[in-house]
């Protein structure tokens, strides 16, 4: 994305629940950066970000002290609109041509390059993922339904996860999550789910970038004047898991972030009117999911107790949410069972396929107590 037009209104629409934080800035970066729009950090001290629309087909290495150390050209790339970047469990990266202002691409592409570390060329070629959207029908769509642009990704799982950047006039504000195979083709994104921003206005309730640590179970996503963090989700129920939102201190163009570990972020700014470009770093506020599982088991109800073929499942109105997600987990660990719990109403789930002995139950990823299987009779 280009730098913001300040003709726009610019208003605060803060969350009662949302918390102050207050990021440190690290050091300035170089001109040649000016639209710095994804970063992953791959060692000590080495960052890896891309300009945005336009731009030439390059990663740039640079540290915390604002210097670029190598450039990796993509032979085979063009940089219409690079939107983001992000990184598997190998450490190959993937970056994000998928910038969709004006809602009409059918050029959509996700270039991947194994991880820097392992080689010393400056020039590389990628593999490429080329996809559509199976809700696109029309390029550009009426301005109600223009919400096919993505400027935040991540990996995960051996899965791509995409979150759209809304464009809807009038302004609905919600981010569309969609899933890509992590792997070279032509695919098609499917929707899986989506989240409500806020609809107080499009610079302060877009989504701008994203990025996960999945050994603490966490998700953030990016935005000018605040970010959204989920945890404690299950599988890829990421907007099932508890939502914290974080509110910066000023409205800036912040539009690509990374994980440090699951207690700190990086994120860098671009340049525009409401700030020069730079690279910034904040401390997540910790927050413990005892009280918060605490609080599920004493509100939900599990019956017959033990059970045989069917557990029934009620979830008092004070904790429920639309689509939690039941999860039931093995003694080794493994999820064997997953469902969705609905509001109100008593929920029949069926475990005639599970074996004898004691299960553990979660609620939106949160431990929600057990219960033991017996033998049908």
Not at 210 to 225: F, T
Not at 301 to 328: H, Q, R, Y
Request: charge should be neutral; charged fraction near 20%.
């Amino acid at each position: 994305m280009k730098p913001l037009l300040l003709s726009v209104c610019l208003l605060w629409s803060l969350s009662t629940v949302a918390q102050n934080v207050y990021p440190e800035k690290v050091c300035d970066l170089p001109a040649e950066l000016n639209e710095t729009s994804g970063l992953v950090k791959i060692g000590p001290n080495k960052f890896v970000t891309h300009n945005d629309s336009g731009a030439e087909p390059i990663l740039y290495i640079f540290d915390s002290s604002g210097v670029i150390n190598r450039r990796i050209r993509i032979s085979n790339a063009s940089n219409i609109d690079w939107e983001d970047l992000c990184i598997d469990s190998k450490g190959n990266l993937w970056v994000g041509d998928f910038g969709n202002n004006a809602n009409d691409r059918q050029n959509l592409k996700i270039y991947m390059i194994s991880s820097p570390n392992t080689f010393t060329k400056d020039t590389v070629v990628a593999s490429i993922t080329s996809f559509t959207y199976s809700d696109q029908k029309a390029f550009p769509p009426s301005a109600a339904l223009q919400n096919f642009d993505m400027e935040a990704f991540t990996w995960y799982n051996d899965t791509l996860y995409l979150f759209s950047k809304d464009r809807t006039n009038p302004f609905l504000g919600y981010t569309k999550c969609y899933k890509l195979p992590a792997r070279a083709g032509t695919y098609t994104a499917t929707p899986i789910d989506s989240f409500y921003t806020g609809s107080g206005g499009f610079l302060t309730y877009s989504v701008t970038g994203a990025a996960i640590h999945p050994s603490s179970n966490q998700l953030i996503l990016m935005g000018y004047d605040k970010c959204w963090v989920f945890t404690g989700f299950g599988a890829n129920k990421f907007f099932r898991g508890i939502k914290r939102t974080f509110l910066f201190p000023s409205l800036s163009q912040r539009e690509a972030v990374c994980f440090e570990n699951g207690s700190k972020i990086w994120y860098t700014q671009e340049n525009s009117p409401l700030g020069t470009v730079g690279l910034y770093k904040m401390d997540i506020p910790p927050y413990s999911p005892t009280g918060e599982a605490e609080r599920i088991k004493k509100h939900y109800k599990i019956f017959p107790v033990p059970a045989s073929s069917k557990l029934l499942i009620e979830v008092a109105d004070e904790i429920a949410t639309p689509g939690m997600l039941l999860e039931i987990i093995s003694p080794d660990g493994k999820m064997v069972l997953t469902n969705e719990i609905e509001m109100s109403v008593k929920n029949e789930i069926s475990i005639s396929t599970l074996k004898p002995g004691k299960y553990f139950i979660r609620i939106n990823g949160l431990s929600a107590g057990s219960f033991v299987k017996i033998a049908e009779q």
